[in-house]
C-alpha cells in the first residue's frame, strides 16, 4: 500500500511539472505526435480538460446538430420547413490574424458576392455573419451586416475557442453540418455545402 502511495505521488508530480496532451479523441499522446499533427495536419491545440493538459481539435468539424432549434433560434423557421441550407461566418473578435488593417473595400465586397452566390447556387438562407464581440468590424460597414451570436449559439455549438481570423459551418435542415475552424479560403464554403 505504502509504494502505491508513493507511485501515485510520483505520477502525480510528474505530471504537475509538464503538460499532457491529447489526441482528437482524448487518447493520452507524447508532445512530439502532438506537435507533429498541428504543423502537419489539420488540427488546432486547445486547451484541455484539466489545467495543463492541451487537445487536439480537428479544423473540419462535420456531424449532426440539432437544425430546428438553430433555424428557430434565428427566426428561420419558414427556411428549415423549405429545406434550404445556412451558411454562418463566424467572426471570434478582433485578433493577430484578422487585425492586419487589411480594408480593401473591393476585395470584401467580392467576397461576399461571392457568397451570395454559393447560397443562390445551393439554394441556401443568404449568409448570415455572426460574432462574439464586435471589435474591428468596422471595415464591412456598408458591406454586410453583423449581428451578436445568440445567446453564445454557435460559439457554444461550434466555435468553443478563439480559432485565428474566423470560421464557418454550415447546416442543413437534416442538422447535418461541416464546417471550417479558423482562416480558410471562401471556395471551402462551396464546398461544403457539396457535401452536406
Request: include cysteine; glycine fraction near 8%.
Amino acid at each position: 500500500m505504502k509504494s502505491f502511495l508513493m507511485l501515485a505521488c510520483l505520477l502525480t508530480s510528474f505530471s504537475a511539472l509538464g503538460q499532457t496532451y491529447f489526441d482528437e479523441s482524448n487518447r493520452r499522446i507524447v508532445k512530439e505526435d502532438y506537435e507533429e499533427k498541428i504543423l502537419n495536419g489539420p488540427y488546432f491545440g486547445v486547451p484541455g480538460d484539466q489545467i495543463g493538459d492541451m487537445k487536439l481539435v480537428h479544423r473540419m468539424p462535420v456531424g449532426v446538430t440539432d437544425a430546428r432549434m438553430i433555424y428557430e433560434k434565428l427566426g428561420l423557421l419558414e427556411e428549415f420547413q423549405a429545406g434550404k441550407p445556412l451558411i454562418v461566418i463566424f467572426y471570434p473578435g478582433k485578433d493577430g490574424c484578422n487585425s492586419t488593417g487589411f480594408t480593401d473595400r473591393a476585395y470584401l465586397k467580392n467576397k461576399h458576392k461571392s457568397l451570395l452566390k454559393y447560397a443562390e447556387k445551393h439554394d441556401a438562407v443568404p449568409p448570415l455573419y455572426i460574432y462574439k464581440n464586435p471589435h474591428g468590424l468596422e471595415k464591412y460597414q456598408g458591406i454586410q451586416e453583423w449581428t451578436a451570436d445568440p445567446d453564445q449559439l454557435f460559439e457554444k455549438l461550434f466555435f468553443q475557442y478563439p480559432y485565428p481570423c474566423g470560421s464557418f459551418v454550415v447546416i442543413n435542415p437534416k442538422g447535418n453540418f461541416r464546417g471550417i475552424l479558423g482562416e480558410h479560403p471562401i471556395s471551402q464554403i462551396d464546398v461544403a455545402l457539396k457535401k452536406l
